[in-house]
């Protein structure tokens, strides 16, 4: 068993539930808000006994933690019914939620002391992410307060930070224990194996990624009107 500290722990709870309440602000669906706690719960559980954590099964269950929520987010923007919801999301709130990335690199840089994933997954490393939630609470000032700048550099800058997304998620996969782990041998990322921070490829990378998706999408159909 890991040796994860309490305040790491909270630290990371605390996070999920901020996220949590950042897309409910953005949605306004209480259906939706039900329906992420479920799957939560139903991860934290097959967190809490162990399930993640074997490396020595085929497909590998590093799978599940990231897949379901990407299919789904993915299965969402295709899906014309869902359409309606997602361009219906609050902008504001959407760019905003970003800023929970700054909290989420720092647990991860705690969670790398404590030997549970490599260096390079942090800001430390190869880890650029946290520079999306620093400047998230800037360009909605820039953009929605002051409107010095207007939607298409919204738009570019939703693009970059999704790039950003990308890059730490390729870091994340190929430092897993799988059959296709490319680095960090020797610290490899087992941290999101581990109740609570499995919340985070099955919770909040879904949720960040759907928000930028969304985002983009509203952005592009409003460029064509």
Do not use: C
Request: zero cysteines; aromatic letters at 16%.
């Amino acid at each position: 068993m890991a040796e994860i500290s309490m305040i790491t722990s909270f630290g990371f709870i605390l996070t999920t539930i901020i996220t949590l309440w950042l897309f409910f602000k953005a949605s306004k669906s209480k259906k939706v808000l039900y329906g992420i706690l479920i799957w939560a719960t139903i991860v934290a559980v097959l967190g809490l006994l162990g399930f993640y954590q074997k490396v020595d099964t085929f497909p590998p269950r590093f799978i599940f933690l990231l897949a379901p929520g990407v299919i789904f987010v993915l299965l969402l923007l295709l899906n014309k019914k869902s359409r309606n919801f997602i361009d219906n999301l609050n902008l504001k709130w959407l760019t905003l939620l970003h800023t929970i990335r700054i909290p989420v690199e720092i647990v991860l840089y705690y969670v790398f002391l404590e030997g549970l994933i490599p260096g390079l997954m942090t800001f430390d490393g190869y880890n650029y992410d946290i520079i999306s939630g620093l400047t998230a609470p800037i360009i909605y000032y820039l953009v929605f307060v002051k409107e010095i700048l207007n939607k298409k550099f919204l738009l570019i800058w939703n693009f970059i930070t999704l790039a950003l997304l990308v890059n730490i998620l390729s870091i994340a996969i190929l430092s897993a224990q799988t059959p296709i782990q490319k680095f960090a041998f020797d610290q490899p990322n087992v941290g999101v194996t581990y109740f609570p921070f499995v919340w985070l490829p099955t919770v909040i990378v879904p949720i960040v990624l759907f928000s930028h998706l969304a985002s983009i999408r509203q952005l592009l159909v409003s460029q064509k009107e």
